[in-house]
């Protein structure tokens, strides 16, 4: 018997209340107050501590007991037990409503309010505990890292913690009882694969990687765990673990092995960025030598950004593409009326990148007539207009570029002397990935990381043999060859990694040769120790080879 409870009575039949009093003192229990009216009751209840209200369900005054009970149970968490002689069901029906915790029935006996007060008491102190324990729950879970959230069987939400709600950019409030695929801002292809992992509880455990964009503009990057709740089958968990700072950081890591635009951290590439910063304080004209697809227009790029003139112009001209008629004229300008369609004067290139940088890519396809008006241009730093006599003052830096052998040009008189020493008075020199193939996990890397942002594909990974194929690959288009590849993969791919039988069939097909030449072979094995972050056994494994293969090569090629 809970001898120390503390209750109130509610009853405007003062020989009814004393007959409940003298039951409850016999009982052992402490009677608080006696009132007759709902607002008596009401004004008790918020001023005193009670632990359970004897309620009459018909009062007079303008509250009943059924209205006193509704707001003391809004306000406060103290039980209440209805005292009624009457039991028709709309009586009934309005009394539930306010989740009383028992009844007494006029006329009553003595066992009979001794069972309802117990039953009441105990019950609350059972649903207090209950509370605690849930609120403890809610404490430990908003105190976690990761955000969690419960789904009921009809995959409404019925809990959401603090962490959740703050990634998935709402409230707990708002969230519970709606539709968990109607709170997740991702994409219908995640939720697919969330439905997926509900129907199939245990065939795949790894999380569900998403990104959260929220209106503002903040986004969160997330993998999300389901699991079946162990209560439940048809109820489930969704754990939210926000690894955008992995995500940053690996990013961040990414960011220390470019220089711009321009990725790799080889013994080549850091040789090309140390030319490209020696090279771009100064005035002079440069030549980038390189492959087609090795980079030459992100160097020159690089070459402006790093120069004091990166705040000026940065004009691009593929003279490859010019009109062998109209190349001095797109290049210099012309006067309206100097040829026919000249209907209008016209600026050229040289005079659009004044004050900046101009890069003429594939310099040794213009044309020789245009080659001694652009050697000309390059000694007296001013242009002059087709059609007009007066020259004007252009104050440009030139960086050029080729892949062909211009000393070669030269000798079958297809490129002035002259103007090919005037433009390689400094020089870049980019290598070919197949002389850089350590790069290649790295640039593998970015360029997935950047055609999942501009085509929301859900590729991040390349099986250990598609790598390797990628490695065996000559790669005679270079880095753009590679970027073109892998944006064709991952049209085929389905899933999360790519595989040997999404590459495109040159790549797929081709196998390397019996004797690949040493330093090739140096290439792919630091290659495959860059993508295992050093570990010699996977580095064997993605090779194929064995450990002992591995360490002999290392040694033989001086491989730190």
Known sequence: MSSEAHILIVEDEFAVAMELEDHLTALGYTVADHVMTGEEAVDVAARSDLDLILMDVRLDGPMDGIEAAQQIREAHS????FVTAYSDDETLQRATETTPFGYVVKPFEEREVYAAVEVALRTHALQQRVQRANEDLRQLLNGLRQGTALTDADGRLTFLSDPAA????TTPDDATDSSWTAVLPVSNDIIETIKNRMDAPGADDDPVPATLDHDDGTSYQVEIEVRADPRDDDRHILVFYDVTEV??????????DRFHDLVGTSAPMKDAFEQIRSVADVKTTVLIQGETGTGKELAARAIHEESPRSDGPFVAVNCAALN???AGSQLFGHRKGAFTGATEDQAGYFEAADGGTLFLDEIGDVPLDVQRQLLRVLEEEAITRLGETESRPVDVRIVAATHRNLDEEVVTDRFRQDLLYRIRIARVTLPPLRERRSDLPLLVRTFLREIRARTGAEVDQVSDDALRHLLDYDWPGNVRELRNALEAALIRTSGEVLRVTDLPPEIREASPTETE???????????????TNGNRTEAAELLGISRATLYRRLDEYDIG
């Open 517 to 531: 030449a040493s330093a090739e072979e140096a290439e792919r094995i630091r290659a495959a120790l860059e993508q």
């Open 324 to 326: 062998p008629d109209l």
């Open 166 to 169: 703050r990634l998935l950019d």
């Open 78 to 81: 103290v039980p209440v037990v």
């Open 247 to 256: 995500h940053e950081l690996r990013r961040l890591l990414d960011d220390q």
